[in-house]
């Protein structure tokens, strides 16, 4: 095995089910979960598009979206061993020449990408503000959780400057409880947003995750999806969450 593709020995290969794809992951780092699968097939994927994920962490998304058509996706990881642990899995899965992984700061993106280039930004961003909630001890898993390193200001104006104007979609994954504060920022940035759902974990549950997409420099006007249900009563997968599995294999 290629220096490049190792795997240590305290990490492990995680099938992702969809398109033969593996990502490494550490138990000791941020892992992904059900919301990084969420954005990747919510976010409007046309194909051949150019593509950057903000706070990639273990390049889950940047991997998904190549299976959805995307012909180039850069990720950008503040941390060292997360964005190593993605370059390692863009080996693994022989994408090289369409997945880039940087190690850098999303708050300084003018240092790292040209401007107004991208068709598409994603970002799976910390969810909760300094002093909300608990904060792990972990200082690498506090930083994916909380705004310690990022706001929710600095991921959209990051979105912001690298999308195409008019034409420039930019998507996230975030928390019901900040729609009010989210779709403000998206729209004070010139983002409109243009698409919504919400996420339950079941249907007689509070919805737990919120999905939202804009367009730069669009016209007002926003299209609310119907809810997204996880489970059946059963404990099952919905249909919904099964399709996705089926479609790329």
Do not use: W
């Not at 930083?143 to 104007?165: G, M, P, S």
């Not at 249907?203 to 007002?220: C, F, N, Q, S, Y």
Request: aromatic letters at 6%; a neutral charge; one cysteine or more.
């Amino acid at each position: 095995m290629d220096y490049e593709v190792m795997v240590g020995l305290e990490e492990r290969v995680d099938e992702l089910l969809i398109g033969q794809l593996k990502v490494i992951q550490h138990e000791e780092e941020f892992c992904f979960s059900l919301d990084a699968i969420l954005l990747s097939h919510f976010a409007t994927v046309r194909p051949g598009i150019k593509a950057v994920d903000l706070g990639t962490g273990t390049g889950v998304i940047a991997l998904l979206l190549t299976a959805r058509g995307a012909q180039h996706v850069t990720g950008v990881e503040l941390s060292h061993s997360m964005a190593d642990m993605a370059k390692r899995s863009v080996a693994l899965n022989k994408l090289e020449e369409k997945v880039v992984i940087m190690q850098g700061d999303l708050r300084k993106v003018k240092d790292i990408l040209p401007s107004d280039g991208c068709d598409l930004v994603v970002s799976n961003p910390p969810y909760r503000p300094v002093g909300g909630g608990y904060i792990s001890p972990n200082d690498k898993v506090a930083q994916a959780k909380h705004e310690i390193t990022a706001t929710l200001n600095d991921v959209v104006n990051a979105a912001r400057y690298l999308l195409k104007y008019r034409r420039g979609r930019f998507a996230m994954v975030h928390l019901p409880e900040r729609m009010a504060e989210i779709l403000t920022a998206m729209s004070q940035a010139d983002i409109e947003p243009k698409r919504l759902q919400l996420v339950y974990s079941s249907i007689d549950k509070k919805p737990t995750m919120l999905l939202v997409e804009g367009i730069r420099g669009a016209k007002p006007g926003l299209e609310v999806l119907p809810p997204f249900v996880v489970y059946k009563p059963d404990g099952s997968y919905s249909n919904e969450i099964k399709q996705y599995y089926k479609e790329y294999r």
